[in-house]
């Protein structure tokens, strides 16, 4: 029973972090769910993100299955988590008008990825958003987000955000403000779960910063964008402060005319990703 506890918290806390990575147009959702009434796991994911999962919480006998599709590709991903009886993920890679040598393709990839993640804590996690979901946007030749090669433009204001799973590290922290300061950018870190990282300054330097923070180890850290700053209605980020809350984080952005760059990220003021 403690076994079958642990292994319920683990898929919960793998899921939320699943959740956290993904990108807005990546839409996951519990396959079999509309068998039940209510939606069990969905529920128990979002009780656990919002801190008010109950201790006698019941739990599905089955393990979570989902599906995950990012809304330009014709391709899905369909995943039961493991179980005891069953150590390793069962991954099904479908879509329309797969081949069946595209079929064989894909599993392929999905056991030699298996292989190289075998000693994992969230093998799930791992398969999807740090292999199979980015191999997925590859071939589907999705544009390349402005965050990958930002043009050129001499004297230009760029800005960039980072979402991650959390930010606490006290070095970070300080690397962060020490390097807004050393590179006369502007901005803020929204600390604790999840973290939430805003830069404004000339394009070297806001690139220099975007580097800096992807050299640093991170648990599920996704640039969302580093692009030109429109300069229409937005007024310039003064400084570097940190907040705690992700309301504070959104007011931030109110102030500087664009909350939306935050909210339409899928994060929301209750502390949570969408």
Not at 59 to 83: A, D, G, N
Request: with cysteine; glycine share 6%.
């Amino acid at each position: 029973q403690l076994a079958s506890t642990r292994m319920d918290a683990s898929r919960l806390e793998e899921l939320q972090l699943i959740q956290f990575t993904l990108l807005p147009e990546e839409v996951l959702t519990f396959l079999d769910e509309e068998l039940q009434d209510p939606p069990v796991w969905s529920r128990l994911l979002r009780d656990y993100a919002e801190g008010t999962l109950d201790s006698n919480s019941s739990f599905p006998p089955t393990p979570p299955h989902i599906h995950i599709k990012p809304q330009h590709s014709t391709i899905w991903l369909e995943v039961l988590f493991p179980t005891p009886d069953n150590p390793t993920p069962s991954v099904s890679v479908k879509g329309e008008n797969v081949s069946r040598g595209e079929q064989d393709r894909w599993q392929d990839v999905v056991r030699e990825k298996l292989d190289e993640i075998a000693a994992s804590d969230f093998p799930v996690y791992q398969l999807l958003c740090l292999h199979l979901l980015p191999l997925l946007h590859e071939q589907t030749q999705m544009p390349a987000a402005p965050a990958d090669e930002p043009p050129d433009v001499p004297g230009a204001r760029f800005h960039a955000l980072f979402t991650s799973h959390h930010l606490v590290s006290p070095k970070k922290r300080r690397a962060l403000q020490q390097w807004s300061g050393a590179l006369g950018v502007a901005g803020f870190a929204k600390v604790g779960h999840p973290g939430v990282i805003y830069v404004q300054g000339a394009q070297p330097s806001v690139e220099e910063f975007v580097a800096n923070v992807k050299g640093m180890q991170w648990l599920a850290l996704r640039l969302r964008f580093v692009e030109l700053l429109s300069g229409e209605g937005e007024a310039q980020a003064q400084g570097w402060a940190e907040y705690e809350k992700v309301g504070e984080a959104v007011e931030a952005m109110r102030q500087l005319g664009r909350e939306d760059w935050i909210v339409e990220m899928g994060i929301r003021e209750s502390g949570n990703f969408l």
